[in-house]
């Protein structure tokens, strides 16, 4: 029994110039989510989305409202539309778009959140210098062995479980460097992702800890509908499991392949990526071929 549409809603990293399709800068609705943006952020974020360089939309900051702006804008759209997904999850940032489209708050609410995470996040990313390495054709099994045998001597922690195939190992320059040529050495590839910082480790405790102070003093409703969440990769049910969820998930890895593997099991079908491009759909059906994926744009008729 297939359950009905999911929604799925990337994160950092999907980021692109370029990344605003044509209709979301024709629609009113839209056009709206990107005006709260760029009140809440002081800057043109429709702009910054549309023809920034390249380097300014991956800073911690401006990247995460950048791509919840979108994601969002897509979600007014499809509302406008008349879709309605049963399921939703999202990616790291793109969970925070997703407690939004299962109405635990509002859209503004969304970005006031968004922008204030950015910002603690940024603040973790210059004192804590680290990076990310994507780790593809090893298990997460034999990746946490390999980290595991390196923690004694690096900072160096799990930090995506993506797919089947793909995980994300983050921490110090040292360690990953150690990590790079055991990779190899193990017959799997390795690619260094181009952001700056250990992200879903502990180096990043004190954003967590102020995000967790700004979900204390909003007003957060039950989801209205099924919301899987990365920390843990279960379904969350009540508005104390959203925020714990939300705030946790900052420091803790991204169990995304876990996530994916429930919205299989309920029997979610189509699954739509609603955001910057499709990362997520083009991982989903590497394990799964058989899935129905597709963008926002193609059920609202736009090519962007």
Not at 3 to 13: H, I
Request: glycine fraction near 8%; hydrophobic fraction near 40%; aromatic fraction near 6%.
């Amino acid at each position: 029994m297939r359950m009905g549409m999911a929604y799925v809603f990337p994160g950092q990293g999907s980021q692109h110039p370029g990344m605003v399709s044509d209709v979301l800068k024709r629609e009113k609705d839209s056009r709206l989510v990107f005006d709260i943006a760029s009140d809440i952020a002081g800057a043109d974020i429709l702009r910054l989305c549309d023809n920034a360089d390249h380097d300014l939309i991956k800073r911690t900051d401006y990247c995460q409202i950048c791509v919840a702006a979108v994601s969002l804008a897509w979600l007014q759209l499809l509302r406008r539309e008349g879709f309605r997904a049963e399921a939703v999850a999202g990616h790291s940032l793109g969970e925070y778009c997703a407690a939004c489209a299962a109405g635990c708050f509002e859209v503004e609410e969304a970005l006031r959140l968004i922008w204030a995470r950015g910002q603690a996040m940024l603040e973790c990313a210059l004192s804590s210098p680290g990076s990310m390495l994507a780790i593809v054709g090893m298990s997460m099994e034999e990746t946490f062995r390999l980290v595991r045998d390196l923690s004694d001597d690096y900072f160096i922690h799990l930090a995506n479980h993506n797919s089947l195939t793909q995980t994300v190992v983050a921490g110090e320059e040292k360690g990953l460097e150690v990590l790079e040529k055991k990779v190899r050495r193990g017959g799997a590839r390795s690619v260094r992702l181009k952001v700056k910082g250990a992200f879903h480790t502990p180096a990043f405790t004190r954003a967590k800890e102020a995000v967790e102070e700004r979900l204390g003093n909003m007003v957060i409703k039950d989801p209205s509908i099924t919301f899987f969440s990365g920390y843990g990769g279960t379904e969350v049910r009540d508005a104390a499991e959203v925020a714990h969820s939300l705030a946790s998930g900052i420091d803790s890895p991204v169990l995304w392949w876990e996530v994916q593997r429930r919205l299989m099991e309920i029997g979610s079908d189509p699954q739509v990526e609603v955001g910057p491009g499709k990362v997520l759909c083009n991982m989903a059906i590497r394990d799964y071929p058989n899935l129905r994926v597709c963008h926002a744009s193609d059920l609202v008729g736009s090519t962007g």
